[in-house]
């Protein structure tokens, strides 16, 4: 018997053709091959996964059907015919829309503004209260809420991906490319985000949907593509594959996922790092209230709680980014709470942050610069005064080896670097500095499934050699396997700290909405 | 079948050199069909302005007397970029430096050897003291550099215009608006060329070897490019900040110091010639780079010694600016436009 077609099996009519196809797509960029020979069909009525390493070239390919980038080769097929799309306007004019792995949006404008912003159906006059009554309607019709006068740079990052959706969704686009929308999200607005996605294509639009996350793949996809080193490894029914047969397909070979757990459990020695009553205020608002933490030399600390509850001030606070209002810090038995950022990283703490493009580099300087940014000031890279440029170019070598990171050019903008190796870089830099405490905010934000593995992995092996590990995460289970205890924050506060070993999910969860330890 | 344009990420370096020459063919091209226009003979002009540009050692001297105070004014303002900050009173800060060198020179008596020195560090002072306050505001209340150092561009202008026609006016009353010739000047090294010259260019190779060989060019790089990153690695950004800016007030002050004492030999009202401005475009050209401006500040110098030679055929001054004016338009548009590309579109998307 025949294979049944793929109309048949999205329950479309036989022979409909697809929304939009690629056709043996390629790009190079000076040194990469980004895609080669890509091939795709996406169907209405479907939500199309797009899987791959870190810089196997999904950003880029996606970037391609929105006319940010020509392609080199191969063309774009939309409605029967060839298109070839000059900007992002002229992708969305032919219906075709995409939400950024970096958000696009114009921070100081609101977001009714961003909404109407370089759209041809807005009106050339209108008053402000006119463009938020028209967000405020195409909201609720389209299902995704809003507050059309709010200033985008105040919205959490969820409410900032449903603006960029919106935005996309106003323009009637038929189909929506979602690049990485889940690695910024809690869970509970990931399910929000899912429940519209399915309802979007319910009504024969399309979905292409980029992420590292192999369970929420299979959950919500139908068929998933993967790439490897910019070439199409295969297209599935997602039905057919496991979480296994995923990874294994992507990296090209078995994955051994490793066991993390601690060997022996004598390592735990001395408090390293104390917070002892810190608070802080800006403005009036409360960002950390009374927190009192002890880190121990070899142990790792998980830090559980739904994002924005003062996760980030916590790490600003303990690497010396902010000066707490009240209580102190202590390093080593030293009180460091006004110390400043330097003297803390000089004395072997790193910091990986939650926000690296804007925080943790400078995507517009060379890549190399980048790699120096916590040794540029030691021999060899500096004598003296001096800074050696070779020297540096040598340790972003080094740094970009160990990172698993291929860089064609430590000249080239750290921007042009794909988001999972931007933040691999950051992360093997302040791994390397981290001699006594590592602080990393949402470090597998962004990297592949090998890429987490790999970097769970020195994790380990730093809390083995008796470094003291802050690992910030929304991932329960990633807290769960890895660390030794387990902070849960709500509101600034600390709720309780529990051992991980043997700890009650559900008691975690009620803490994480604002309940105190019992 | 139609034509867009692309905006690239990055524009490619060959191509932007391309655009380059050809904006300034492109921009000859026009002065050329204006000047036949209004009834010149734009080639036999052209001829004329380089045969007495670069023909004589005369033409090539005049070019020299521009080409430094536009490197200094230049190299001010690409300092200042390179933390980010917009330093639009490199005009005023030149005015002071010379107001100030002028001032040592006609009142503090002393020694040759003892007073050119004394001279230019009082004029870098006197540069840096007029962008020390928008450089406080900036630094501490964020207030933008932007507008506070074109302000005081316009009473550094009136403060010399003031002294050089009233208290410091020449007492043997043979002038009008000038102060008495200095009794120090810059020694010449070759013709009416003097070491202001060969000063400016070595502090551009100096600039540019402190940028990309020091700790402090590094910090600096990372602090202009994101103070967020900057300030995440523990640099010190408001001090770089602060110390960035006035460096760039002293280099146009130093520059003020060597054409008062170098070239013109007296203060006078207007002795910054725009220079302060034209730096601006001058360091922009450069992209903010020290060696890059030795190459921009000697095509700006080019064009305003070109426009000189031409009001001497006959052109009126009004002309000469908007022929100056076009050439940098251009240039600037070649630039913009290294950055796109034409594509060709299937069908009208
Ligand atoms: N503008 C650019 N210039 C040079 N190289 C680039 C540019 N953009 C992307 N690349 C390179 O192309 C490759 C593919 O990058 P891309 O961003 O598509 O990866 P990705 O699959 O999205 O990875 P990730 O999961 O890390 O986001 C990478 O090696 C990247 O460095
Ligand atoms: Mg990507």
């Known amino acids: ?518 | 079948m139609s034509y867009r344009l692309q905006r690239l990420p990055v524009a490619k370096p060959s191509v932007a050199f391309a655009a380059r020459i050809a904006s300034v063919v492109l921009a000859l091209l026009t002065a050329g069909l204006v000047l036949k226009l209004v009834g010149m003979e734009p080639l036999a002009l052209a001829g004329r302005v380089l045969k007495s540009t670069f023909g004589s050692s005369f033409g090539l001297e005049d070019l020299a007397l521009l080409f430094t105070p536009l490197l200094y004014c230049g190299l001010a303002v690409a300092v200042a970029l390179r933390i980010g900050a917009w330093n639009i009173g490199a005009e005023g800060q030149f005015n002071l430096g010379a107001f100030a060198a002028a001032g040592i020179a006609l009142f503090v008596p002393g020694p040759d050897w003892a007073q050119l020195p004394a001279m230019a560090v009082t004029g870098a002072l006197a540069g840096a003291a007029w962008i020390l306050v928008p450089t406080l505001a900036r630094a501490y209340a964020g207030v933008s550099e932007l507008i506070t150092t074109l302000l005081l561009n316009f009473v550094a202008l009136l403060l010399v215009y003031w002294v050089s026609t009233g208290p410091w006016l020449d007492p043997s009353g043979h002038a009008l608006a000038t102060t008495a010739r200095l009794p120090v000047s810059v020694p010449e090294f070759w013709g009416i060329v003097h070491w202001g010259l060969p000063v400016a260019v070595i502090l551009a190779v100096g600039l540019a070897a402190v940028f990309a060989f020091t700790r402090w060019g590094y910090e600096v790089r990372i602090g202009g490019s994101n103070p967020g990153a900057a300030r995440y690695a523990g640099m010190p950004v408001r001090r770089h900040l602060i110390a960035v800016m006035l460096l760039s007030g002293a280099i146009a002050g130093l520059g003020g110091m060597m054409e008062v004492a170098g070239t013109v030999g007296r203060l006078q009202g207007g002795i910054s010639n725009n220079y302060g401005y034209l730096g601006i475009m001058v360091a922009v050209l450069a992209r903010a780079a020290p060696l890059g401006t030795i190459a921009t500040a000697f095509l700006m110098a080019t064009i305003l010694n070109g426009g000189i030679i031409l009001q001497t055929q006959g052109l009126t001054t009004h002309t000469v600016l908007a022929l100056t004016g076009l050439i940098l338009l251009y240039a600037a548009i070649g630039d913009e436009a290294a950055k796109y590309r034409i594509v060709k579109l299937a069908k009208g998307a």
């Open chain 1, 1 to 518: 018997m025949a294979e049944p077609s793929i109309q048949s099996r999205l329950g479309l009519a036989p022979g409909t053709p697809p929304l939009v196809s690629l056709r043996g797509v390629g790009k190079v960029f000076p040194g990469v091959i980004a895609n080669a020979d890509v091939d795709l069909d996406v169907f209405p009525g479907e939500i199309h996964a797009l899987l791959g390493e870190n810089g196997a070239g999904k950003s880029t390919l996606m970037n391609i059907l929105t006319g940010i980038y020509q392609p080199d080769e191969g063309e774009i097929i939309v409605g029967g015919r060839a298109v070839s799309f000059a900007s992002p306007v002229d992708a969305i004019a032919a219906g075709i829309g995409m939400v950024h792995q970096h958000f696009k949006l114009v921070r100081a404008f609101t977001v009714a503004e961003n909404i109407h912003l370089g759209w041809s159906e807005t009106p050339r006059r209108i008053s402000r209260a006119a463009l938020e009554a028209r967000t405020a309607e195409l909201s609720s019709r389209l299902g995704l809420a809003v507050n059309p006068a709010a200033r985008v740079a105040e919205l959490s990052t969820g409410e900032q991906q449903r603006v960029e959706i919106l935005r996309v969704l106003a323009r009637k686009a038929r189909v929506l490319i979602l690049d990485e929308p889940t690695a910024v999200l809690t869970p509970a607005e990931a399910r929000e985000l899912f429940a519209a996605l399915r309802a979007f294509v319910a009504e024969g639009n399309a979905v292409i949907f980029i992420s590292h996350k192999l369970d929420e793949v299979l959950e919500i996809a139908h068929r998933v593509t993967i790439l490897r080193q910019g070439r199409k490894v295969a297209t599935d029914w997602t039905e057919a594959c496991t979480e296994k047969s995923l990874a294994q397909q992507m990296v090209g070979r078995e994955i051994v996922l490793s066991d993390m757990r601690g060997t022996d459990i004598g390592r735990i020695g001395a408090p390293v790092l104390a917070l002892e009553g810190v608070s802080l205020m800006s403005e009036g608002v409360t960002l950390l209230k009374n927190v009192s933490l002890e880190l121990r030399a070899g142990e790792i600390l998980g830090i559980a709680g739904v994002a924005g509850n003062g996760q980030r001030e916590l790490t600003q606070v303990m690497t010396g980014l902010a000066v707490p209002t009240t209580g102190r810090v202590w390093l080593e038995g030293a009180d460091v709470t006004r110390a400043g950022a330097r003297r803390i990283a000089a004395q072997g703490v790193g910091h990986i942050p939650e926000d690296r493009l804007h925080a943790g580099m400078a995507p517009a300087l060379s890549i190399t610069d980048n790699a120096v940014l916590r040794e540029y000031a030691k021999p060899p890279l500096s004598l003296g005064p001096l800074f050696r440029p070779w020297r540096a170019t040598r340790l972003a070598r080094e740094i970009a080896a160990a990172a698993e990171v291929m860089v064609p050019s430590f000249e080239m903008p750290a921007r042009n670097l794909s988001g999972g190796n931007q933040q691999r870089l950051v992360a093997r830099r302040e791994m390397r500095i981290a001699s006594k405490v590592l602080v990393a905010a949402y470090p597998s934000r962004g990297l592949d499934v090998g890429a987490i593995n790999t970097m769970m992995r020195y994790f380990t092996e730093l809390r083995d050699a008796g470094v003291a590990v802050v690992l910030v995460s929304e991932e329960l289970e990633e807290l769960l396997t890895l660390a030794d205890r387990i902070a849960v924050m709500f509101h600034g506060e600390i709720m309780g700290v529990v051992p991980a070993e043997g700890a009650d999910i559900e008691a975690i969860g009620l803490m994480m909405g604002g309940r105190h330890a019992a």
